[in-house]
């Protein structure tokens, strides 16, 4: 039977400790400051389960449990666009947001940060364009970290692609599947 979206409604809670445990015990732990900016007021906006998730992650990041495999730094959590001008574009790359509409949870590594978005789904905001692309997006925050944590497994070599491939396409998220910059495409370089 294949994975759904809706199968992995509250993963955070139930299930990224476990994977986490199984494929990262080790290493260096994220650690942000305590004046990191509060998670409250963004997730007043959310969807019920997107809030919920969130607010799960938030506490683990908060916490210094998560493995710093996950892109998480004290620079990329909760990032401040407006205080770093960097401007907020929708998909259509005309409508502006602002750091309200947005919480961003980590980054690439090439200047793009993963935003949680205020209908609770997680894309990815380009710096050069200072977009958040439609292309680039998850259904969820659960559905996201589900991939990420499979993405950063199979590339340490911890979990092969095989047992994954299937559940990416059958979840049928952008973000996973876009060619060229899609979870599973980069997986397979």
Known sequence: MSLTVEQL????????????ARWFPDGPRVEVPASTRPVAPFLARLPHDAATALAAFDRRVRAGTLPGVLDIADWSYAFDFAANDCRILGSDHETELSDDDVWSIGADGGGNYYVVLTDGRVAV???????????????SLDVFLWSLVRYHAV???????????????????????????????????
């Open 125 to 139: 905001w380009f710096h050069e364009e200072e977009a958040v692309e439609a292309d680039t997006q998850h259904d």
């Open 9 to 20: 409604t509250g993963y955070v809670e139930r299930g990224l400790d476990a994977d986490l």
């Open 155 to 189: 590339r340490a070599g911890v979990l092969d692609l095989a047992e994954v491939e299937g559940d990416f396409r059958a979840l049928g998220q952008p973000g996973a599947l876009a060619p060229g910059l899609g979870l599973l495409a980069l997986m397979s370089r």
